[in-house]
């Protein structure tokens, strides 16, 4: 794993034994393809950020400010040193629940990224369905974009769950079982 484009490009990642699934690097970049134009100055935030490999891609590619929020602190602490050794400045790691971290959250984002433990089974803990019905909502700036990791099978990952009131599926991409969703948040009506 590493940075692949920017400022940092070809840094090597730390990734912990076993805790984390960080996010392809194929995937990644496919990802921020598609964002180019909107990175530069954007503001980021960065949920279940594992190893911080999406949020300091965003930074290495003139993001201006990430944060990067885990409820782990073994990943809390890679995601830190993978940011100090990439030289980096306007990234911050906060560790905290995501859906807890959402809730108090004031500040506002161009982008949200959200990668949590994959849907699996039927019963499992939906947290991309969480996020999109709770308050992430108003985190998010005028046409900013949230974009949902997940895999082919139960929740978000069953193309018949995509849908959610006040907010707009405006693209997926596939990559294997993995897939990328890209949230908008309609108009709020006045």
Known sequence: MKIIAGQAKGLPLLVPRGEVRPTQDRVREALFGILQSMVPGARVLDLFCGTGSVGLEALSRGASRVCMVDAS?????????????????????????????????R??????????????APGDQDMISELLQGRVRELLRENGLFIAEAQLGYGVGDERTREFPDWQLIDTRSYGKNTLLFYQSEPIAL
């Not at 949200?112 to 433990?117: E, H, L, N, Q, Y």
């Open 107 to 120: 500040a506002t984002y161009d982008i949200i990224f959200a990668d949590p433990p994959y849907c699996k």
């Open 73 to 105: 602190r073994s990943a809390c602490q890679t995601a830190r040193r993978n940011l100090e050794r990439s030289k980096l400045t306007g990234g911050v790691i906060v560790q905290s629940d995501c859906l807890a971290f959402t809730r108090r959250e």
